[in-house]
């Protein structure tokens, strides 16, 4: 027999509403969702309609196959009046130091290349010196004050932007980033980043269509009192996090492309003197 849930305040969101809202998002019908998940049909369309409440574990089972990040996880337990079962700690927690001793050895292992880490807004958490010292370069130190925003930084007309020697490439790329982003999870934050670095002067928010192949690499070409600088990156996330700061945070390591730029970045290193370091920016 369905149970019924419990009424709720006015203006919170059931979890049926948060569960079909993200099985929308993920373009699922209930029919697609509950074959998958091994439920009826009936029984999905019954708790997305609050005649019938879920489970803590249907919860979870079911936000598992909508790929529902760890924080909206908690979100959907919460409105369905369980307790929350993903930790959120802050990075400087002392039960994080694991966490910031794997991200210290991939950022000091990175140089001379430029690393940096970032959480689910953009915002930096922490870089190498290669990482300062190249893309932080030129930028107005007001874009670089705690907490600092990557992509503003990064398209800002006084950031980085007036050393992107392929601005209109690199930005839409960048654009299209968080474009799927916004899309995937559906944040107010990221929308409004999105509608705010769309309006930079040189920011291409709506790129036209490309063939496959150029797709497949976009680089980052810079200039620099060295010269001309291009980079590849590369973005690793923490695959099998069970915390919420954890599975938020994002790396995102540059390469250089080609050999010119790949001796620059030894060079400086060397100027440097001692062995770099990674910097910690900001607390997630």
């Known amino acids: 027999m369905a149970t019924t849930t419990p009424p709720r305040p006015a203006g919170e969101r059931t979890v049926g509403e948060l569960l079909r809202a993200w099985r929308l998002r993920r373009r699922r019908s209930q029919l697609d969702l509950a074959s998958e998940a091994g439920v009826s049909t009936r029984h999905l369309s019954f708790v997305e309609t609050g005649r019938a409440r879920p489970s803590r574990e249907l919860i979870l089972h079911l936000a598992e196959h909508l790929d529902v990040p760890l924080r909206e996880r908690n979100a959907m337990l919460l409105a369905a009046g369980y307790a929350p079962v993903y ?9 994080m130091a694991p966490v910031r001793a794997a991200l210290g050895v991939v950022l000091r292992g990175h140089e001379p290349f430029p690393a940096v880490v970032v959480d689910r807004h953009w915002d930096l958490v922490a870089a190498n010196d290669a990482a300062l010292g190249v893309l932080a370069a030129g930028v107005d130190p007001a874009l670089l004050a705690p907490p600092a925003n990557v992509l503003r930084a ?56 490309e063939d496959v192949a150029s797709r ?38 540059f390469f250089p492309a080609d050999r010119a730029t790949e001796e620059a970045l030894r060079s400086a290193a060397a100027r440097r003197g001692a062995q770099s370091s990674e910097s910690w920016v900001a607390s997630s």
């Open 87 to 95: 930790g959120h700690r802050p990075l400087d927690d002392a039960e």
């Open 154 to 209: 990064s398209l800002h007309p006084d950031g980085l932007a007036p050393r992107i020697a392929n601005l209109d490439q690199w930005s839409a790329h960048l654009v299209a980033r968080l474009r799927r982003e916004v899309d995937l999870y559906g944040d107010p934050a990221l929308a409004a980043l999105l509608d705010e670095v769309c309006g930079y002067p040189g920011v291409v928010a709506t790129p036209a269509d």
């Open 216 to 253: 497949l690499f976009v680089p980052l070409e810079l200039r620099s009192e060295a010269g001309p600088l291009r980079f590849f990156s590369t973005i690793a996330t923490f695959g099998t996090a069970r915390d919420v700061t954890v599975e938020e945070l994002s790396i995102e390591s």
